[in-house]
């Protein structure tokens, strides 16, 4: 535990067994569950439990440590409060209720069009009251950035938030605007999807690198990255892995930057590589549908993620 | 099975008047009522027989919100036909289709083949645009009209196999039928799930 955080060049390549073949429901040993990863913040936790608010104190005093425990995860009792801390969430800022003017924003009827279709099986999603506070932040951030507005995609990502901010609708906006504007992801959105298209590029040349093998066989079979890896990309994972999956992915990309999803992604091919290498372009593209579905080592995943040598920007770290 | 032709054709059209639903439909016979907003394309393929001729199917299900056309020219710029949605049930949805018909007019292969699919017919009650004024519109343009529900199934087989008539009758006039460089000998397990959920068919028009 604690020592994933570092030395991303120098962590061996670990020879992974094909994971989809582990039967459903049967977790192997290694897998943290969020017991363990609360245990392992509370833990830390303790040291600073006179502190008026202990998990700010511990990322002001010991911010490696603060760092490289949210990599290895973040329990879902402490979860939102975490991602606060670590992306400075300064919610004063911004008048949500002043963004709600829907005369202001084009984006509207877009907006509307996908509220009833975002995670449509989620109990909060699944309510009016969860329908109303996705489309109010997704509105507002709309208003908020007018040359951005409303993308598909989006509403995954906002969703995702209002899950592990039990359905705050003002919290949920602070965090996806700080992520969005501050942490670059609107870059993502942006007319002609200029990120998409970098981190797409960076991707297939680690890849052919480290792997030219897949590499080869995606090409051979014309699997193309509209099919799976821009869907990874623009809607940061959200669109094809669980809730579960998704948030460990977004624990490493808020410590380590928004082109840390390529780091990721490499991750997630290489261990699924002997499912790919058998599978033509139907098949793929039926098996990348439903990877969320998959069993996936999420604790290798992201031990693997670090020994990628990916060009990443320091200036998007988080924290 | 020997494939004669492979075609690819695409799904376009205004968000949410069912282009995925269409295609789940044809392709795996099932209709989900909860169906995600697509994010970027899908792609899903059948295999179908017309007269002698046996045809794979490649059908690139895109996303409906504009700005994804920056992401992927190529679904259409490649693609051999299209099949044109808009829900009868919205107005502007079908003014999308019109603004799609000058675009591939303009940049797509001259020669694709496209069909118009008015969706959502099992909701007659809520119609915004006339039958007639669609079939005149799809006429003039010298396209068929299909009125489509995936929810019933109703028209969805016979817009997606318009298209491929369409197409192999273009190949056959021009009188150089392009044999896919793809298409070989191979045996595909397809549509195991036919036929999943039977709804009952509402009162199409």
Redesign the interface.
């Known amino acids: 535990m604690g020592a994933a955080c570092c030395g991303s060049k120098v962590l061996k390549h670990v020879r992974v067994a094909d994971v989809s073949r582990v039967p459903m429901g049967m977790i192997p040993p290694t897998y943290q569950t969020d017991q363990d990863i609360e245990n392992n913040w509370n833990k830390e936790l303790n040291l600073y439990q006179d502190s008026n608010n202990p998990i700010s104190t511990f990322k002001e005093q010991n911010f490696t440590k603060f760092r490289s425990l949210i990599y290895n995860g973040t329990p879902k009792s402490l979860r939102f409060e975490i991602w606060q801390q670590a992306l400075n969430i300064n919610s004063d800022e911004i008048s949500v209720e002043n963004l709600l003017d829907s005369n202001l924003s084009t984006s509207l009827s877009d907006i509307e069009k996908d509220i009833t279709r975002t995670f449509p099986a989620n109990p909060l999603f699944s309510t009016e009251l969860g329908q109303k506070t996705l489309k109010e932040v997704l509105l507002a951030f709309a208003n908020h950035r007018p040359n951005i507005g409303y993308c598909q995609g989006m509403n995954y990502i906002a969703a995702t938030f209002l899950i592990t901010c039990n359905g705050d609708r003002n919290s949920a906006f602070y965090i996806m605007n700080c992520v969005l504007s501050k942490f670059g992801a609107e870059r993502l959105f942006e007319k002609g999807f200029p990120l998409v298209k970098e981190l797409c590029s960076k991707f297939h040349n680690s890849l052919r690198s480290a792997k030219p093998n897949i590499e080869a066989h995606i090409l051979k079979h014309n699997f193309d990255d509209a099919l799976w890896l821009t869907k990874w990309f623009i809607t940061m994972f959200t669109y094809s892995f669980s809730y579960e999956t998704v948030v460990r992915f977004w624990d490493g990309v808020f410590t380590k930057g928004i082109r840390f999803m390529i780091n990721i992604s490499l991750a997630i091919v290489e261990m699924i590589e002997s499912e790919i290498l058998k599978r033509d372009l139907p098949l793929l593209s039926e098996y990348f549908s439903g990877i969320g579905q998959r069993y996936l080592n999420i604790d290798l995943i992201m031990k693997n993620a670090l020994k990628y040598d990916v060009q990443i920007d320091n200036n998007d770290q988080a924290v | 099975m020997e494939v004669d032709r492979e075609f690819k054709i695409v799904t376009l059209g205004e ?2 008047v069912g282009k995925t639903s269409l295609a789940m439909r044809y392709v795996r016979g099932q209709f989900n009522e ?12 059948k295999n179908i027989r017309i007269n002698e001729t046996s045809i794979k199917l ?1 059908i690139w299900d895109t ?3 504009e ?2 056309r ?3 020219p ?2 259409y710029r490649e693609a051999k036909g299209a099949l044109l949605v808009y829900d009868i049930t919205d107005k ?1 949805s079908f003014w999308k289709v019109v603004s799609w018909v000058e675009e591939l007019k303009m940049q797509a292969d001259k020669d694709i083949s496209f069909v118009i699919a008015g969706n959502k017919c099992d909701l007659e009650l809520d119609r915004q645009i006339p039958k007639e004024q669609a079939i005149a519109y799809a006429k003039q343009i010298g396209a068929a009209h299909y009125s489509t529900s995936a929810k019933s199934g109703m028209g969805v087989n016979e817009c997606f196999e318009e298209i491929a008539k369409l197409i192999l009758d273009k190949e056959s006039r021009s009188g150089s039928p392009i044999r896919s460089s793809k298409a070989r000998s191979r045996v ?1 397990v ?1 549509n195991q799930e036919e036929v999943v959920k039977k709804k009952k068919s509402g009162g199409c028009c």
């Open positions: 968000g949410r909860k169906e995600q907003s697509t994010t970027n394309a899908n792609f899903l393929e490649n996303a409906g919100q700005r994804f920056a992401l992927a190529n679904y502007e595909i397809k």
